[in-house]
């Protein structure tokens, strides 16, 4: 439930932030989602109706796989890792999204 | 990029396989992202039992979200796509009727009309399938003021004159069809069909061979001609690859000739299929200009590539002025007749000059494509219908968010199961008609031989249908689209008795389909009235008991020239005759030179007569030449009007007499004793001693517009055809007497090959363009009725299934069965009469018309028209008592309860 201040992440960015996170090692997904929240200072939310359609979607097309592994809890813990497919659409990503950021600042500042 | 498609079309299949899975990890997924929820709320300070509440009212819908992820992995179309398929699956249980009407009629339409297509195809439209055989085409004389366009035969200085002029053809080749050999095989003589052909003719008919090669000019050079090409069915009945026949040497007529290579079965020239093809080796004197009247060859080419028909045959028009330069002698003929070259389209030219044969074909194609529209409204009506009944439901889906793509899906995944078992089901129908064309002899003609389904025609067969059911099938979604989705929601129990749209369609259906049927069965029934009132016919011999019995006497052993023909050929017809008559239930037996009404052995000659003066520009008149013994028409049972039959006395050394037909008398003798005055053939004077009854001589499917004459056959040693063709008129068992005969003719002259067969056969092989599209109409117009009236069956007890609750409760209100009886055959009875009316006025339209065409026949016969009508009432009386009688034996507590 998003609550004040908080946005929803922009359209189209969500696998760009959701491949940026798992390149940061193996992650699950509900930690997925609170990292965003929280290096974004709960400013982005992401909610588990987007997030796992993302999650599976970013896996059909090979850019992250996932394992159960056994970690802090006894419960195994379905845990997404970065592909070498993946490495590479996300700096597609990472690059295109500078400029078309990049592209909205100069209009922001210039008309 | 290519390598992303594959990992993620691989993860997709592999997602298929492994739905299970993903389910249960799925779900666990779900478990554990519930679980940090609630560890972390804890950590805010809720209690575990709180905390797990909120967590939940958080998450939502569990199930949605399982939806989007199988989206996500692209499997969620698949299970539709299954869903849809068991769901069609269900329906076909379900409806057990309606399943058995639609497929039945898929089956026998697809079935149905495969066949008819193949066998039109085979027969007419291309019954040569050479390679290129649009480029090749038979070359000959034709006489367009005599025949039209058809192309007649040449003599061979006139093909040697082709030859030299090829410009329009990249190859020619030269046919002399319908000769015989004796195969000699150690202990007994076979007789082979032997086509006598110049090398050429394998180069325009592009075929291969199956073992071996053909030959080639410097291979006749070399070997004299005596070299052969046989068939792979003969080659089959000599021991075939084991036997290693290619190579060796096989005597024909008594003399070597090496075999170098095997054609294959589908190669056929002209009208019968040889056996053994060896070349045609040409005399020097053959050459002779006085040679260019002995019309007697086929010539076969090939258009070089780019050359046009019309141009070829212009081509064609002006070598033949050219020829006329070489022989003005032929002027005359030329401006008389207005003979000229030309050419025509092989599978063209095999049924032009047999125009019966393709309107009878083309009938039938007729019949079955009005078989197809019949049975394209069975499966479009039915679907309807169905369509209609689940209307409602389908409202209601649409409603709650189902798309019209996913409706519309759903409703075509079931016609596409209907069309596959229908298209299964197809296959038993064809092998059926296969085996029934085997039962109408379509082996008998002569150039049918095999034929085999080509599975484009049963792709355009099923196609059409498919087109009809799924056009039929979309029209109840359309009116879902075009109205609102509360009037039929709303209308709840009134669709039970049916909305007016469907109501309309309804009747539209029965109406057509009872018109349709009535169209076909008065069509069907004049046409077989019409071929039947041509069997009917007076031949003018009888078939009783006769059996013909061919015997060739080639050269090399019976000679050649007068003296040899009276001492061998004559000496043998007189010690066979002999022989034959002492056999105990013979009654007459004499010879002649053709059997009657049979294809083969056909020569003319013109003729002119000692009173009679050909007018300006009168063409002469021409004969078939018969030559008989005495009593040849005693026993064929042909009548003489006037004077005597031949006489033993009737012999080389005295006066030539011939007896001439009926309508000879009537057409030149009006009024006059054309006994003992005189005709002159070849230049000779001949006395007419006897007028025979009109013969059907050529069989029905040729034109009939010529004369006969009877020649003795003592008198005459080059007119025999090459054989002898015994005719014996028995009593008692044919296939007994035929067994008696032969072993009589073969105790004369042990080497002879003989051709036996009962004049009925003769018949029917005669008249098979009539028994053919009779035998083919009538089982078509069965299938059409059998296909309305399931159509009409399915109709209406579908729509008394519907009306059940409705009958309950009038049933339950004291109606008694006589009543609901009533309510069910009166509205069905009503679109019936309005779709005979339609039918009769259009059939009576139709038929008017085709007076002129069937002229043997008053097509308008009000006998047919009743008969029909009876039938067709018969007919929907069956389709509507019994869902009617179905209606009034309903349990009323049971169908009120549901």
């Known amino acids: 439930m998003p609550r004040e201040g908080k946005k929803d992440v922009l359209l189209g960015t969500l696998d760009l932030l959701i491949l940026r996170v798992v390149s940061s090692g193996p992650i699950h997904g509900y930690a997925i989602a609170r990292r965003i929240e929280q290096i974004s200072e709960d400013v982005l939310t992401v909610q588990q109706g987007s997030l796992y359609p993302a999650l599976h979607r970013l896996e059909k097309k090979a850019f992250i796989t996932s394992d159960w592994q056994t970690g802090e809890t006894s419960k195994p813990v379905k845990m997404y890792t970065l592909t070498v497919d993946g490495n590479r659409q996300l700096e597609e990503e990472k690059k295109h999204w500078q400029d078309v950021s990049n592209a909205v600042n100069l209009v922001l500042r210039q008309a | 990029m290519s390598v992303r498609w594959i990992n993620e079309f691989r993860n997709w299949v592999t997602a298929l396989f492994r739905k299970d899975t993903l389910h249960d990890e799925f779900h666990a997924e779900m478990e554990q992202h519930l679980d940090f929820m609630i560890d972390d709320l804890t950590r805010q300070g809720m209690s575990r039992e709180e905390a797990r509440k909120e967590a939940l009212k958080q998450f939502g819908n569990v199930e949605f979200l399982k939806e989007d992820c199988q989206a996500s992995w692209g499997i969620r179309i698949w299970d539709d796509f299954v869903n849809d398929f068991r769901f069609a699956i269900r329906q076909l249980f379900k409806h057990k009727v309606h399943t058995a009407i639609i497929v039945l009629t898929l089956a026998i339409c697809m079935g149905s009309n495969t066949t008819a297509y193949n066998l039109v195809v085979k027969l007419v439209s291309k019954p040569y399938d050479y390679a290129d055989a649009d480029q090749v085409v038979l070359v000959g004389k034709k006489w367009p003021k005599l025949q039209g366009d058809s192309i007649g035969q040449v003599s061979i200085p006139h093909y040697a004159f082709l030859e030299e002029n090829t410009e329009s053809f990249s190859s020619i080749g030269f046919v002399a069809d319908g000769n015989f050999f004796d195969l000699d095989l150690n202990n007994s003589t076979r007789r082979v069909a032997t086509d006598k052909i110049t090398a050429g003719v394998w180069d325009v008919t592009g075929v291969r061979p199956v073992a071996g090669r053909f030959f080639s000019q410097e291979d006749v050079e070399q070997s004299s001609g005596k070299?052969?090409?046989?068939?792979?069915?003969?080659?089959?009945?000599?021991?075939?690859?084991?036997?290693?026949?290619?190579?060796?040497?096989?005597?024909?007529?008594?003399?070597?000739?090496?075999?170098?290579?095997?054609a294959p079965e589908s190669f056929y020239l002209r009208y019968e299929r040889a056996d053994v093809w060896v070349p045609r080796v040409f005399k020097p004197w053959e050459f002779q200009p006085d040679q260019r009247n002995n019309h007697s060859f086929s010539v076969v080419a090939k258009l070089k590539s780019g050359v046009s028909h019309d141009q070829a045959n212009q081509r064609l028009r002006s070598l033949y002025e050219s020829f006329l330069e070489i022989h003005p002698g032929d002027r005359l003929e030329q401006e008389r007749t207005g003979a000229t070259f030309g050419s025509v389209d092989i599978n063209v030219s095999l049924t032009q000059g047999l125009e019966q044969i393709g309107m009878a074909f083309r009938s039938i194609q007729f019949v079955t494509l009005?078989?197809?529209?019949?049975?394209?409204?069975?499966?479009?009506?039915?679907?309807?219908?169905?369509?209609?009944?689940?209307?409602?439901?389908?409202?209601?889906?649409?409603?709650?968010?189902?798309?019209?793509?996913?409706?519309?899906?759903?409703?075509?995944?079931?016609?596409?199961?209907?069309?596959?078992?229908?298209?299964?089901?197809?296959?038993?129908?064809?092998?059926?008609?296969?085996?029934?064309?085997?039962?109408?002899?379509?082996?008998?003609?002569?150039?049918?031989?095999?034929?085999?389904?080509?599975?484009?025609?049963?792709?355009?067969?099923?196609?059409?249908?498919?087109?009809?059911?799924?056009?039929?099938?979309?029209?109840?979604?359309?009116?879902?689209?075009?109205?609102?989705?509360?009037?039929?929601?709303?209308?709840?129990?009134?669709?039970?008795?049916?909305?007016?749209?469907?109501?309309?369609?309804?009747?539209?259906?029965?109406?057509?389909?009872?018109?349709?049927?009535?169209?076909?069965?008065?069509?069907?029934?004049?046409?077989?009235?019409?071929?039947?009132?041509?069997?009917?016919?007076?031949?003018?011999?009888?078939?009783?008991?006769?059996?013909?019995?061919?015997?060739?006497?080639?050269?090399?052993?019976?000679?050649?020239?007068?003296?040899?023909?009276?001492?061998?050929?004559?000496?043998?017809?007189?010690?066979?005759?002999?022989?034959?008559?002492?056999?105990?239930?013979?009654?007459?037996?004499?010879?002649?030179?053709?059997?009657?009404?049979?294809?083969?052995?056909?020569?003319?000659?013109?003729?002119?007569?000692?009173?009679?003066?050909?007018?300006?520009?009168?063409?002469?008149?021409?004969?078939?030449?018969?030559?008989?013994?005495?009593?040849?028409?005693?026993?064929?049972?042909?009548?003489?009007?006037?004077?005597?039959?031949?006489?033993?006395?009737?012999?080389?050394?005295?006066?030539?007499?011939?007896?001439?037909?009926?309508?000879?008398?009537?057409?030149?003798?009006?009024?006059?004793?054309?006994?003992g005055l005189s005709i002159s053939i070849w230049g000779k004077d001949m006395k007419i001693v006897g007028v025979a009854e009109q013969v059907q001589d050529k069989p029905f499917f040729m034109e009939f517009d010529q004369y006969t004459i009877y020649f003795p056959a003592k008198q005459w040693h080059d007119l025999s055809n090459g054989q002898t063709t015994f005719v014996v008129h028995t009593q008692g068992d044919s296939e007994q007497q035929l067994a008696s005969i032969e072993k009589a003719i073969l105790e004369v002259d042990p080497k002879v090959t003989i051709d036996s067969i009962t004049f009925d056969d003769v018949y029917k092989g005669a008249t098979f363009t009539q028994r053919l599209p009779m035998i083919m109409t009538a089982l078509f117009a069965g299938l059409a009725l059998l296909l309305s009236s399931l159509g009409l069956y399915g109709l209406i007890s579908f729509t008394v299934t519907e009306r059940t609750k409705e009958f309950g409760i009038r049933m339950a209100l004291g109606a008694g069965r006589r009543n609901i009886l009533k309510r069910v055959m009166g509205g069905s009875s009503w679109l019936i009469g309005c779709g005979l009316t339609v039918g009769l006025v259009v059939s009576f339209l139709v038929c008017s018309q085709l007076n002129p065409v069937f002229s043997d026949v008053n097509t308008t016969n009000p006998v047919t028209f009743v008969g029909v009508i009876v039938f067709v009432l018969a007919i929907c009386l069956f389709a509507t008592v019994f869902p009617a009688h179905r209606a009034t034996r309903i349990n009323i507590t049971r169908t009120l309860q549901y």
């Open chain 2, 370 to 675: 009005v078989v197809l529209v019949i049975g394209c409204l069975n499966v479009g009506g039915m679907i309807l219908l169905k369509g209609y009944a689940r209307i409602q439901e389908l409202a209601m889906r649409k409603a709650m968010g189902a798309s019209v793509f996913r409706l519309a899906r759903q409703v075509y995944v079931e016609i596409v199961v209907y069309f596959l078992l229908g298209g299964a089901f197809s296959i038993l129908v064809l092998k059926a008609a296969f085996q029934g064309s085997q039962l109408v002899q379509i082996d008998d003609i002569p150039w049918a031989g095999e034929w085999a389904i080509d599975a484009n025609s049963l792709l355009v067969t099923a196609a059409i249908a498919l087109g009809a059911a799924l056009l039929t099938g979309v029209m109840p979604l359309v009116s879902l689209l075009r109205r609102e989705l509360m009037e039929f929601i709303k209308s709840g129990n009134r669709s039970m008795t049916g909305s007016k749209s469907k109501h309309r369609l309804q009747s539209a259906f029965v109406i057509s389909q009872v018109s349709l049927s009535v169209i076909l069965l008065i069509m069907a029934g004049v046409l077989i009235r019409n071929l039947n009132a041509v069997l009917q016919k007076d031949v003018g011999f009888d078939r009783e008991g006769r059996i013909a019995f061919e015997v060739p006497h080639p050269k090399y052993r019976f000679g050649e020239g007068e003296e040899d023909y009276r001492a061998k050929v004559l000496t043998f017809q007189e010690r066979a005759l002999l022989s034959i008559c002492s056999i105990p239930g013979v009654i007459n037996a004499s010879t002649t030179n053709r059997i009657p009404i049979d294809v083969r052995h056909m020569n003319h000659s013109s003729f002119s007569m000692s009173h009679y003066e050909y007018e300006e520009g009168e063409p002469e008149a021409t004969a078939l030449r018969l030559v008989t013994r005495p009593g040849y028409f005693d026993t064929v049972g042909t009548r003489l009007i006037l004077g005597r039959d031949f006489q033993e006395t009737d012999t080389h050394q005295t006066e030539r007499v011939v007896i001439i037909s009926q309508n000879t008398m009537e057409r030149y003798y009006q009024g006059m004793d054309p006994v």
């Open chain 2, 227 to 262: 070299v052969a090409v046989l068939s792979e069915a003969l080659w089959r009945e000599l021991g075939g690859e084991d036997a290693q026949i290619v190579g060796e040497q096989l005597r024909l007529d008594g003399e070597s000739y090496q075999v170098i290579g095997i």
